[in-house]
């Protein structure tokens, strides 16, 4: 099993920059794909970035050319810059992984707040 804990949330200006860590635990050996998704008051969870062992990545529309996801494969972790923040940004932000690239994500962080005020 994997355990996955964010950190790195906080309150920030519109405008400003934070930066989110995941650390894996467990058999991260298994870890394929590990990702950021992002749920805010009244909205479904949506992803905002993923990155595969390889290094392939993807990012929601919204961020895209403002967000960067990195990786640290020995580390069991993973990385999420965000610059130039939007008060539509706030949510609270979730790490995970899955096995695959083609598997549904199976290991969920217990998720991080981001706030950016206007």
């Known amino acids: 099993q994997v355990q996955l804990v964010e950190s790195g949330g906080g309150l920030v200006q519109a405008g400003g920059s934070l930066r989110l860590s995941c650390a894996a635990s467990?058999?991260?050996?298994?870890?394929?794909?590990m990702g950021w998704y992002r749920q805010a008051p009244g909205k479904q969870r949506e992803l905002v970035a993923d990155?595969?062992?390889?290094?392939?990545?993807r990012y929601g529309v919204p961020v895209k050319g403002r967000f960067t996801i990195s990786r640290d494969n020995a580390k069991g972790t993973v990385y999420l810059q965000m610059n130039s923040l939007k008060p539509e940004d706030t949510a609270v932000y979730y790490c995970?992984?899955?096995?695959?690239?083609?598997?549904?994500?199976?290991?969920w962080g217990q998720g991080t707040q981001v706030t950016v005020s206007s």
């Open positions: 995970a992984a899955r096995p695959s690239s083609k598997a549904a994500y199976d290991a």
């Open positions: 990155i595969t062992s390889g290094g392939s990545t």
């Open positions: 467990g058999t991260i050996f298994s870890i394929n794909t």
